[in-house]
């Protein structure tokens, strides 16, 4: 019930392509959705969030879609490129989580030049 | 800004030493966190403070002692570690609980 699944585990895209990372939750009462990027050694940043009101967000080459019937949120990546190769990780959580952010697996991106 | 910083960027102590792992923000946030994270998996959430006070422990041994001396700080004080516990700790903060959380840098922890 407090789990969301990520996919894939690792992703190799060619420069340009575009990159998919699918997140799967069972809980509704989940209501914020952030994604997180880690490169090695350093910690995560928030890249994107999303709440489910909305069915689409997007910042830049960075898009998060929605389907909250499915219970799944996806992030896609335009125009990938070398230095957007790390390691990205979806969330869920809800206010009486008391801050508990509940991640998924993550996804290690690699893009080719 | 949306700063986190943490002390020391590295750590290496013996499973008898005593250390403290040291976080700092200023933005006025009411919630910090600790994290564990071990290579290749998501962040661990070990202790939750909000206005100071502790409100999540995620039954973390007693050998990690968590202390907010006040809104901008926070603690992990570190006790008879095993090598198990070596990971990158985080330290993360939001304006308030359930709201974005910002992530320090880590300390990277090795416990010989």
């Known amino acids: 019930q407090q789990q969301v699944k990520q996919s894939p585990q690792s992703l190799i895209v060619q420069k340009g392509g575009i990159s998919i990372i699918n997140c799967a939750y069972e809980?509704?009462?989940?209501?914020?959705f952030p994604w997180y990027q880690q490169f090695p050694g350093k910690g995560p940043a928030l890249l994107i969030a999303?709440?489910?009101?909305?069915s689409e967000k997007k910042e830049g080459r960075f898009t998060i879609s929605f389907n909250k019937s499915a219970k799944q949120f996806s992030l896609h990546i335009m125009d990938s490129q070398p230095g957007d190769s790390a390691t990205y990780f979806c969330a869920a959580t809800y206010y009486n989580q008391g801050g508990k952010l509940i991640f998924g697996q993550g996804t290690e991106l690699s893009v080719k030049p | 800004d949306t700063e986190v910083t943490q002390t020391p960027k590295h750590l290496v102590m013996g499973m008898t030493n005593k250390k403290s792992l040291k976080c700092e923000q200023h933005?006025?946030?009411?919630?910090m966190y600790w994290y564990k994270q071990k290579a290749k998996k998501p962040p661990e959430l070990m202790f939750v403070y909000s206005y100071e006070k502790l409100s999540i422990n995620e039954s973390v041994p007693s050998r990690f002692s968590p202390e907010c001396p006040n809104s901008s700080l926070l603690n992990l004080h570190l006790h008879a570690l095993q090598p198990e516990d070596s990971a990158l700790y985080l330290c993360?903060?939001?304006?308030?609980?359930?709201?974005?959380?910002?992530f320090g840098p880590g300390t990277r922890l090795l416990v010989l």
């Open positions: 993360a903060s939001s304006q308030e609980l359930a709201e974005t959380q910002y």
């Open positions: 999303i709440r489910p009101d909305v």
């Open positions: 933005m006025g946030h009411r919630a």
């Open positions: 809980n509704t009462a989940f209501d914020y």
